[in-house]
């Protein structure tokens, strides 16, 4: 039986498929979206939630940019140990910040969370020891993502952590469709149709642009990062840990 949380949004044609938006219609069905499209994501929240153990630190911010409905920040909230720590969550989607809220309200826990509704371009990042990016880059427009790695990088601690997580295109065309091919394989897996799979692809095709690892590789660098190493890879879908040098 389907529930009503089950994404069924690109199941009927649609005479125009208009471009991919965060609104109220994916927010009711994001969970089920998220976890039968994106290969590894429960297993990449569960690391995030590991590594704020590790990394944050006493009397600093840890930023979710890009928090959707804050599958990350509650991660987040559940492992880390530090004291005084507060995290801040930000998204531009006013549905999935209103959602996001609501869901932190429904657990307790010692570490402080916010949620805003606001770019990430536009927000103060400061006394960061951990900032996640997941899944939130490949939304921002290409020549604007050095300003914001640079952005965060400035905002990190000595010692800090940044988690990137990316769609990827593989920058050799043979194994970037194989890549695809075995993305599109998997959703086909967790239930989605040929229609489902064709229709969303076309709503994605002006609003998300996958870079190259090697791409955010070079980009991390050139803002300063050190030790930028991917950690997990599952078809073209990948994260990356990168480190802001101690002082
Ligand atoms: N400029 C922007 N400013 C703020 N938010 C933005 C911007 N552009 C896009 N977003 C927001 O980034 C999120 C991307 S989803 C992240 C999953 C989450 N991190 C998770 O761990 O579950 C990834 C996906 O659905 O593939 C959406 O909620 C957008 O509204
Ligand atoms: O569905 C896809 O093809 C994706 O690339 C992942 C995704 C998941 C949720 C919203 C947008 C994109």
New binding site residues.
Partial sequence: MQKNDTDLIYSNPHSQVKD?TFDAQ?VEV?PD??SR??PGYNTIIDTIGRLSQKYVQDNSTVYDLGCSLGAATLAMRRAITASDAKIIGIDNSQAMVERCQMHVAAFKGNTPVEIFNDNIENVDIKNASMIVLN?TLQFIENDKRQALINKIYQGLKPGGLLVLSE?IAHQNDQTNELLIDL?HDF?RANGYSELEIAQ??TA?ENV?RPDSLEDHVERLSKAGFINVSQWFQCFNFLSIVAFKGAK
Avoid: A, N, T
């Fill in positions: 991919f994916v994001f979206m998220i499209s994106v899944f769609k993305h959703k969303k692809r994605l998300m």
